[in-house]
């Protein structure tokens, strides 16, 4: 089911109320025994995409080397990696 925000009260009371109730949920104690964190729908890629722009992304060692090979034959700089992981994959 889905809701239009807009069509239950104004959309800005609706969004500090959620995120009120998201606070709320994320400070709660987590179970004895439970199998993660409390998260909601979003969080996860969220934080993803946070990570990868503060750290950037992680590319195997077949596609940086296929970056690698176009930035030469156009003559463009490539950033260089920042750390070179185990089993052959780049960490950017």
Same mark, same amino acid.
């Given at each position: 089911?889905?809701?239009?925000?807009?069509?239950? *009260?104004?959309? /800005?009371?609706?969004? !500090? $109320? #959620?995120?009120?109730? =998201? @606070?709320?949920?994320?400070?709660?104690?987590?179970?004895?025994?439970?199998?993660?964190?409390?998260?909601?729908?979003?969080?996860?890629? *969220?934080?993803? /995409?946070?990570?990868? !722009? $503060? #750290?950037?992304?992680? =590319? @195997?060692?077949?596609?940086?080397?296929?970056?690698?090979?176009?930035?030469?034959?156009?003559?463009?700089?490539?950033?260089?990696?920042?750390?070179?992981?185990?089993?052959?994959?780049?960490?950017?």
């Amino acid at each position: 089911m889905a809701i239009d925000p807009e069509a239950v *009260a104004d959309p /800005t009371l609706f969004e !500090a $109320r #959620l995120e009120g109730y =998201l @606070d709320l949920l994320m400070s709660a104690p987590t179970m004895p025994h439970a199998p993660g964190p409390v998260i909601y729908p979003g969080l996860p890629e *969220a934080e993803r /995409t946070e990570r990868r !722009a $503060r #750290l950037g992304v992680v =590319l @195997d060692r077949s596609h940086h080397d296929g970056l690698a090979a176009l930035a030469d034959r156009f003559d463009l700089p490539l950033p260089p990696a920042l750390t070179v992981i185990h089993e052959g994959v780049v960490d950017k």
